[in-house]
Protein backbone atom coordinates (compact mmCIF):
# COMPACT_ATOMS: atom_id res chain seq x y z
CA UNK A 1 0.00 0.00 0.00
CA UNK A 2 1.16 3.41 -1.15
CA UNK A 3 1.32 5.97 1.74
CA UNK A 4 -0.87 9.19 0.41
CA UNK A 5 1.12 12.03 0.18
CA UNK A 6 -0.39 15.80 0.02
CA UNK A 7 0.67 15.97 -4.02
CA UNK A 8 -0.85 11.95 -4.28
CA UNK A 9 -3.94 12.89 -2.33
CA UNK A 10 -4.41 15.95 -3.85
CA UNK A 11 -4.46 14.23 -7.27
CA UNK A 12 -6.67 11.42 -6.40
CA UNK A 13 -9.10 14.25 -4.98
CA UNK A 14 -8.85 15.32 -8.72
CA UNK A 15 -9.86 12.35 -10.19
CA UNK A 16 -12.04 12.15 -8.39
CA UNK A 17 -13.64 15.54 -9.44
CA UNK A 18 -13.22 14.36 -12.63
CA UNK A 19 -15.46 11.32 -12.33
CA UNK A 20 -18.19 13.45 -11.28
CA UNK A 21 -17.58 16.28 -13.77
CA UNK A 22 -17.80 13.30 -16.11
CA UNK A 23 -20.73 11.92 -14.69
CA UNK A 24 -22.23 14.97 -14.70
CA UNK A 25 -21.58 15.71 -18.33
CA UNK A 26 -22.67 12.45 -19.12
CA UNK A 27 -25.64 11.87 -17.39
CA UNK A 28 -27.58 11.73 -20.83
CA UNK A 29 -26.01 9.17 -22.09
CA UNK A 30 -23.42 6.92 -20.15
CA UNK A 31 -25.55 6.64 -16.88
CA UNK A 32 -28.85 6.43 -17.97
CA UNK A 33 -26.99 3.91 -20.26
CA UNK A 34 -25.28 1.81 -17.75
CA UNK A 35 -28.91 1.79 -15.71
CA UNK A 36 -30.77 0.72 -18.83
CA UNK A 37 -28.33 -2.31 -19.16
CA UNK A 38 -28.95 -3.44 -15.99
CA UNK A 39 -32.31 -3.82 -16.18
CA UNK A 40 -32.39 -4.24 -20.35
CA UNK A 41 -31.51 -8.06 -20.18
CA UNK A 42 -28.06 -8.83 -21.16
CA UNK A 43 -28.39 -11.60 -18.47
CA UNK A 44 -31.64 -12.91 -20.33
CA UNK A 45 -32.22 -15.62 -23.00
CA UNK A 46 -32.82 -13.72 -26.13
CA UNK A 47 -35.12 -15.96 -28.43
CA UNK A 48 -33.94 -15.71 -32.22
CA UNK A 49 -36.69 -14.35 -34.40
CA UNK A 50 -35.11 -16.55 -37.61
CA UNK A 51 -36.56 -19.57 -38.28
CA UNK A 52 -32.98 -21.05 -39.52
CA UNK A 53 -31.12 -20.18 -36.40
CA UNK A 54 -28.48 -23.09 -34.40
CA UNK A 55 -29.48 -21.88 -31.18
CA UNK A 56 -32.44 -22.24 -29.19
CA UNK A 57 -31.41 -19.14 -27.24
CA UNK A 58 -29.05 -16.71 -27.40
CA UNK A 59 -26.85 -15.67 -24.51
CA UNK A 60 -24.67 -12.83 -23.77
CA UNK A 61 -21.12 -13.91 -22.37
CA UNK A 62 -22.06 -11.77 -19.67
CA UNK A 63 -24.42 -14.11 -17.86
CA UNK A 64 -21.89 -16.94 -17.80
CA UNK A 65 -19.35 -14.46 -16.25
CA UNK A 66 -18.38 -14.68 -12.03
CA UNK A 67 -20.45 -12.16 -10.24
CA UNK A 68 -17.33 -10.06 -9.77
CA UNK A 69 -16.23 -9.85 -13.37
CA UNK A 70 -20.22 -8.63 -13.76
CA UNK A 71 -19.85 -5.72 -11.23
CA UNK A 72 -17.17 -4.76 -12.26
CA UNK A 73 -18.47 -4.11 -16.00
CA UNK A 74 -21.65 -3.11 -14.13
CA UNK A 75 -20.06 -0.48 -12.22
CA UNK A 76 -19.35 2.73 -14.08
CA UNK A 77 -16.02 3.61 -12.24
CA UNK A 78 -14.80 0.34 -11.58
CA UNK A 79 -14.88 -0.96 -15.08
CA UNK A 80 -11.56 -0.13 -16.67
CA UNK A 81 -12.89 0.41 -20.19
CA UNK A 82 -14.26 3.15 -19.56
CA UNK A 83 -10.99 4.87 -19.99
CA UNK A 84 -11.00 3.50 -23.14
CA UNK A 85 -14.71 5.71 -23.79
CA UNK A 86 -13.38 8.48 -22.39
CA UNK A 87 -10.20 8.57 -24.78
CA UNK A 88 -12.89 7.96 -27.48
CA UNK A 89 -15.44 10.59 -26.50
CA UNK A 90 -12.87 12.80 -26.22
CA UNK A 91 -11.01 11.77 -29.77
CA UNK A 92 -14.43 12.59 -31.02
CA UNK A 93 -14.23 16.52 -31.41
CA UNK A 94 -10.35 16.41 -31.82
CA UNK A 95 -9.11 18.22 -35.15
CA UNK A 96 -6.98 15.56 -36.64
CA UNK A 97 -5.10 15.63 -40.34
CA UNK A 98 -5.36 17.77 -43.75
CA UNK A 99 -8.63 18.73 -44.03
CA UNK A 100 -8.49 20.34 -40.07
CA UNK A 101 -11.54 18.31 -39.60
CA UNK A 102 -13.21 16.25 -36.28
CA UNK A 103 -15.51 13.24 -36.40
CA UNK A 104 -17.47 16.28 -34.86
CA UNK A 105 -17.41 18.37 -37.89
CA UNK A 106 -19.35 15.98 -39.80
CA UNK A 107 -20.99 14.04 -37.42
CA UNK A 108 -22.37 16.20 -34.76
CA UNK A 109 -23.43 15.14 -31.65
CA UNK A 110 -23.02 10.90 -31.53
CA UNK A 111 -26.04 10.26 -29.20
CA UNK A 112 -27.96 11.13 -32.01
CA UNK A 113 -25.99 10.51 -35.70
CA UNK A 114 -24.19 7.03 -34.45
CA UNK A 115 -27.16 5.92 -32.02
CA UNK A 116 -27.95 2.27 -33.61
CA UNK A 117 -24.49 2.22 -35.76
CA UNK A 118 -23.30 -0.47 -33.23
CA UNK A 119 -25.87 -2.45 -34.02
CA UNK A 120 -25.96 -3.37 -37.74
CA UNK A 121 -21.84 -3.11 -38.52
CA UNK A 122 -20.65 -5.04 -40.88
CA UNK A 123 -22.82 -3.84 -43.40
CA UNK A 124 -22.42 -4.53 -47.18
CA UNK A 125 -20.19 -1.82 -48.64
CA UNK A 126 -21.37 -0.91 -52.11
CA UNK A 127 -17.68 1.26 -53.06
CA UNK A 128 -15.80 -1.96 -51.83
CA UNK A 129 -18.42 -4.32 -52.95
CA UNK A 130 -17.86 -6.59 -49.54
CA UNK A 131 -18.65 -6.07 -46.17
CA UNK A 132 -17.15 -3.37 -43.99
CA UNK A 133 -16.90 -3.20 -40.37
CA UNK A 134 -16.66 -0.63 -37.99
CA UNK A 135 -13.70 -0.24 -37.00
CA UNK A 136 -13.08 0.05 -41.10
CA UNK A 137 -15.99 2.50 -41.30
CA UNK A 138 -13.94 4.73 -38.71
CA UNK A 139 -10.35 4.68 -40.52
CA UNK A 140 -12.10 5.39 -43.54
CA UNK A 141 -13.36 8.50 -42.47
CA UNK A 142 -9.93 8.95 -40.93
CA UNK A 143 -8.22 8.62 -44.17
CA UNK A 144 -10.34 9.85 -46.70
CA UNK A 145 -12.81 12.36 -44.80
CA UNK A 146 -10.22 13.97 -42.77
CA UNK A 147 -6.87 13.09 -44.75
CA UNK A 148 -5.55 12.13 -41.46
CA UNK A 149 -3.78 8.80 -41.34
CA UNK A 150 -5.68 5.38 -40.13
CA UNK A 151 -5.60 4.03 -36.56
CA UNK A 152 -3.77 0.89 -35.88
CA UNK A 153 -6.48 -1.83 -34.87
CA UNK A 154 -4.63 -2.46 -31.63
CA UNK A 155 -3.81 1.35 -30.79
CA UNK A 156 -6.22 2.93 -28.05
CA UNK A 157 -7.35 5.45 -30.30
CA UNK A 158 -9.26 2.81 -32.83
CA UNK A 159 -10.51 1.20 -29.77
CA UNK A 160 -11.41 3.94 -27.48
CA UNK A 161 -13.71 5.24 -30.75
CA UNK A 162 -15.31 1.62 -31.95
CA UNK A 163 -16.04 1.91 -28.42
CA UNK A 164 -17.48 5.50 -28.04
CA UNK A 165 -19.38 4.76 -31.61
CA UNK A 166 -20.90 1.75 -30.38
CA UNK A 167 -21.51 2.94 -26.61
CA UNK A 168 -24.09 5.14 -28.82
CA UNK A 169 -26.40 1.84 -28.86
CA UNK A 170 -25.57 0.51 -25.46
CA UNK A 171 -28.95 -1.73 -24.61
CA UNK A 172 -30.20 -2.18 -28.36
CA UNK A 173 -31.07 -4.84 -29.70
CA UNK A 174 -27.70 -6.32 -32.46
CA UNK A 175 -29.05 -6.71 -35.97
CA UNK A 176 -27.04 -7.01 -38.54
CA UNK A 177 -28.57 -7.39 -41.95
CA UNK A 178 -29.05 -10.13 -43.90
CA UNK A 179 -30.44 -9.66 -46.88
CA UNK A 180 -29.21 -10.51 -50.59
CA UNK A 181 -26.00 -8.18 -50.55
CA UNK A 182 -24.69 -9.28 -47.38
CA UNK A 183 -25.70 -13.44 -47.57
CA UNK A 184 -22.70 -14.31 -49.71
CA UNK A 185 -20.30 -12.88 -47.26
CA UNK A 186 -22.54 -14.63 -44.40
CA UNK A 187 -22.16 -17.85 -46.08
CA UNK A 188 -18.45 -17.64 -46.09
CA UNK A 189 -18.75 -16.32 -42.23
CA UNK A 190 -20.70 -19.33 -41.94
CA UNK A 191 -18.35 -22.16 -43.41
CA UNK A 192 -15.45 -20.30 -41.33
CA UNK A 193 -17.95 -20.82 -38.40
CA UNK A 194 -18.33 -24.50 -38.87
CA UNK A 195 -14.85 -25.80 -40.38
CA UNK A 196 -12.92 -27.87 -38.75
CA UNK A 197 -9.52 -26.41 -38.39
CA UNK A 198 -6.25 -26.16 -36.51
CA UNK A 199 -3.93 -29.07 -34.98
CA UNK A 200 -6.92 -29.75 -32.40
CA UNK A 201 -9.42 -30.15 -35.85
CA UNK A 202 -12.24 -28.24 -34.07
CA UNK A 203 -14.70 -25.78 -35.49
CA UNK A 204 -16.16 -22.68 -33.16
CA UNK A 205 -19.27 -24.71 -32.86
CA UNK A 206 -17.52 -27.03 -31.06
CA UNK A 207 -16.65 -25.23 -28.58
CA UNK A 208 -19.58 -22.17 -28.46
CA UNK A 209 -22.56 -24.28 -29.98
CA UNK A 210 -22.13 -27.66 -28.54
CA UNK A 211 -20.40 -27.24 -25.26
CA UNK A 212 -21.77 -23.64 -24.40
CA UNK A 213 -22.44 -23.46 -20.35
CA UNK A 214 -19.67 -25.62 -19.52
CA UNK A 215 -16.20 -25.47 -17.57
CA UNK A 216 -13.14 -25.02 -19.20
CA UNK A 217 -10.02 -24.69 -17.09
CA UNK A 218 -11.41 -21.95 -14.79
CA UNK A 219 -13.86 -19.98 -16.79
CA UNK A 220 -16.92 -21.15 -18.10
CA UNK A 221 -17.34 -21.11 -22.75
CA UNK A 222 -19.94 -18.80 -23.30
CA UNK A 223 -21.90 -18.83 -26.74
CA UNK A 224 -19.18 -16.86 -28.25
CA UNK A 225 -20.87 -13.92 -28.82
CA UNK A 226 -20.04 -9.90 -30.45
CA UNK A 227 -22.55 -7.58 -27.98
CA UNK A 228 -19.61 -6.86 -25.91
CA UNK A 229 -17.27 -5.79 -28.15
CA UNK A 230 -14.86 -4.03 -28.09
CA UNK A 231 -14.38 -5.77 -24.91
CA UNK A 232 -12.21 -5.15 -22.13
CA UNK A 233 -10.34 -8.19 -21.47
CA UNK A 234 -8.60 -8.66 -17.67
CA UNK A 235 -6.09 -11.12 -19.37
CA UNK A 236 -4.97 -8.49 -21.63
CA UNK A 237 -5.24 -5.60 -19.23
CA UNK A 238 -6.93 -3.82 -21.97
CA UNK A 239 -9.63 -3.54 -24.58
CA UNK A 240 -9.53 -5.61 -27.40
CA UNK A 241 -11.60 -5.55 -30.83
CA UNK A 242 -13.88 -9.05 -31.43
CA UNK A 243 -11.27 -10.45 -34.65
CA UNK A 244 -8.13 -9.96 -31.88
CA UNK A 245 -10.66 -12.57 -29.81
CA UNK A 246 -10.89 -14.37 -33.53
CA UNK A 247 -7.22 -14.81 -33.23
CA UNK A 248 -7.02 -15.76 -29.94
CA UNK A 249 -9.54 -18.40 -30.86
CA UNK A 250 -7.76 -19.63 -33.51
CA UNK A 251 -4.82 -20.05 -31.86
CA UNK A 252 -6.38 -22.09 -29.37
CA UNK A 253 -6.89 -24.84 -31.40
CA UNK A 254 -3.57 -24.44 -32.94
CA UNK A 255 -5.08 -22.91 -36.42
CA UNK A 256 -2.73 -19.93 -37.99
CA UNK A 257 -4.73 -17.08 -37.40
CA UNK A 258 -6.18 -14.42 -40.06
CA UNK A 259 -5.04 -10.77 -40.58
CA UNK A 260 -7.04 -8.73 -38.54
CA UNK A 261 -9.68 -6.56 -41.13
CA UNK A 262 -8.48 -9.62 -43.55
CA UNK A 263 -12.14 -10.94 -45.58
CA UNK A 264 -12.63 -13.94 -43.65
CA UNK A 265 -12.84 -12.07 -40.54
CA UNK A 266 -14.93 -9.76 -41.72
CA UNK A 267 -17.10 -11.94 -42.99
CA UNK A 268 -16.99 -14.36 -39.98
CA UNK A 269 -17.52 -10.83 -37.83
CA UNK A 270 -20.82 -10.30 -39.66
CA UNK A 271 -21.72 -14.35 -38.78
CA UNK A 272 -21.47 -14.32 -35.17
CA UNK A 273 -22.88 -11.29 -35.07
CA UNK A 274 -25.73 -12.43 -37.04
CA UNK A 275 -26.00 -15.50 -34.12
CA UNK A 276 -26.16 -13.12 -31.44
CA UNK A 277 -29.24 -10.89 -33.17
CA UNK A 278 -31.22 -9.69 -30.38
CA UNK A 279 -28.70 -9.57 -28.14
CA UNK A 280 -28.09 -5.97 -26.16
CA UNK A 281 -25.21 -3.96 -27.25
CA UNK A 282 -22.90 -3.89 -23.79
CA UNK A 283 -19.69 -2.31 -24.98
CA UNK A 284 -17.01 -2.61 -23.00
CA UNK A 285 -18.06 -5.39 -21.32
CA UNK A 286 -15.23 -7.18 -18.92
CA UNK A 287 -14.34 -10.63 -19.86
CA UNK A 288 -12.07 -12.22 -18.16
C1 LIG B 1 -15.70 15.45 -43.71
C2 LIG B 1 -16.82 14.76 -43.08
C3 LIG B 1 -16.56 13.54 -42.20
C4 LIG B 1 -15.69 13.43 -41.14
C5 LIG B 1 -14.69 14.45 -40.64
C6 LIG B 1 -15.93 12.13 -40.56
N1 LIG B 1 -16.90 11.48 -41.26
FE1 LIG B 1 -17.75 9.71 -40.76
N2 LIG B 1 -18.89 9.79 -42.43
C7 LIG B 1 -18.91 10.82 -43.34
C8 LIG B 1 -19.74 10.45 -44.47
C9 LIG B 1 -20.01 11.30 -45.69
C10 LIG B 1 -20.23 9.15 -44.18
C11 LIG B 1 -21.10 8.27 -45.05
C12 LIG B 1 -22.50 8.53 -44.74
C13 LIG B 1 -23.35 7.54 -45.41
O1 LIG B 1 -22.88 6.43 -45.70
O2 LIG B 1 -24.53 7.85 -45.59
C14 LIG B 1 -19.70 8.79 -42.89
C15 LIG B 1 -20.01 7.61 -42.22
C16 LIG B 1 -19.56 7.27 -40.96
C17 LIG B 1 -19.99 6.11 -40.21
C18 LIG B 1 -21.04 5.10 -40.65
C19 LIG B 1 -22.39 5.58 -40.17
C20 LIG B 1 -23.52 4.67 -40.55
O3 LIG B 1 -24.67 5.07 -40.31
O4 LIG B 1 -23.31 3.58 -41.08
C21 LIG B 1 -19.29 6.11 -39.04
C22 LIG B 1 -19.38 5.08 -37.93
C23 LIG B 1 -18.44 7.27 -39.06
N3 LIG B 1 -18.63 7.95 -40.23
C24 LIG B 1 -17.57 7.60 -38.04
C25 LIG B 1 -16.70 8.67 -38.10
C26 LIG B 1 -15.69 8.94 -37.11
C27 LIG B 1 -15.47 8.10 -35.84
C28 LIG B 1 -15.02 10.05 -37.50
C29 LIG B 1 -13.82 10.69 -36.86
C30 LIG B 1 -12.64 9.82 -36.74
C31 LIG B 1 -15.63 10.50 -38.76
N4 LIG B 1 -16.64 9.64 -39.09
C32 LIG B 1 -15.26 11.63 -39.46
C33 LIG B 1 -18.26 12.02 -43.21
C34 LIG B 1 -17.31 12.32 -42.26
C1 LIG C 1 -11.32 -24.91 -28.00
C2 LIG C 1 -12.49 -24.14 -27.75
C3 LIG C 1 -12.73 -22.90 -28.60
C4 LIG C 1 -12.87 -22.83 -29.95
C5 LIG C 1 -12.73 -23.95 -30.96
C6 LIG C 1 -13.19 -21.46 -30.25
N1 LIG C 1 -13.25 -20.72 -29.11
FE1 LIG C 1 -13.94 -18.83 -28.91
N2 LIG C 1 -13.56 -18.89 -26.93
C7 LIG C 1 -13.08 -19.97 -26.24
C8 LIG C 1 -12.92 -19.64 -24.84
C9 LIG C 1 -12.41 -20.56 -23.75
C10 LIG C 1 -13.33 -18.31 -24.71
C11 LIG C 1 -13.41 -17.49 -23.40
C12 LIG C 1 -14.65 -17.94 -22.66
C13 LIG C 1 -15.85 -17.79 -23.53
O1 LIG C 1 -16.30 -16.65 -23.77
O2 LIG C 1 -16.34 -18.83 -24.05
C14 LIG C 1 -13.76 -17.87 -26.04
C15 LIG C 1 -14.31 -16.63 -26.31
C16 LIG C 1 -14.80 -16.24 -27.54
C17 LIG C 1 -15.48 -14.98 -27.79
C18 LIG C 1 -15.74 -13.87 -26.78
C19 LIG C 1 -17.11 -13.96 -26.15
C20 LIG C 1 -17.39 -12.84 -25.20
O3 LIG C 1 -18.52 -12.77 -24.69
O4 LIG C 1 -16.52 -11.99 -24.94
C21 LIG C 1 -15.81 -14.98 -29.13
C22 LIG C 1 -16.51 -13.87 -29.87
C23 LIG C 1 -15.35 -16.22 -29.68
N3 LIG C 1 -14.75 -16.97 -28.69
C24 LIG C 1 -15.49 -16.59 -31.01
C25 LIG C 1 -14.97 -17.77 -31.55
C26 LIG C 1 -14.99 -18.08 -32.96
C27 LIG C 1 -15.60 -17.21 -34.04
C28 LIG C 1 -14.38 -19.29 -33.10
C29 LIG C 1 -14.05 -20.03 -34.37
C30 LIG C 1 -13.12 -19.37 -35.28
C31 LIG C 1 -14.01 -19.75 -31.78
N4 LIG C 1 -14.35 -18.79 -30.87
C32 LIG C 1 -13.42 -20.98 -31.50
C33 LIG C 1 -12.83 -21.22 -26.75
C34 LIG C 1 -12.95 -21.57 -28.08
Known amino acids: MIRKTPELAERSNMRQLFKMVLAG ?3 GSLMTGAA ?3 ADGKSEAVTPTSKDHPLEEIWSGYHFAKKGTKETQDNEFDNPGNLWLEQGMELWSKVDGDEKKSCQSCHNDAAKSMKGVGTRYPIFFPPWKK ?3 LEQRINLCRTKQMKAKAYKWKSNELLGLTIFVSRQSLGMPAAVVLDDKTKPFWEKGKAHYYKRRGQLDMSCA ?3 QANYGKKIRSNTLTQGQANGFPTYRLKWGKPGSIQRRFKGCNKQVRAK ?7 EYVNLEHYVRWRGQGLPIETPSVRP
Open 25 to 27: CLA
Open 36 to 38: MAA
Open 131 to 133: LIN
Open 206 to 208: HCH
Open 257 to 263: PYKMGSD
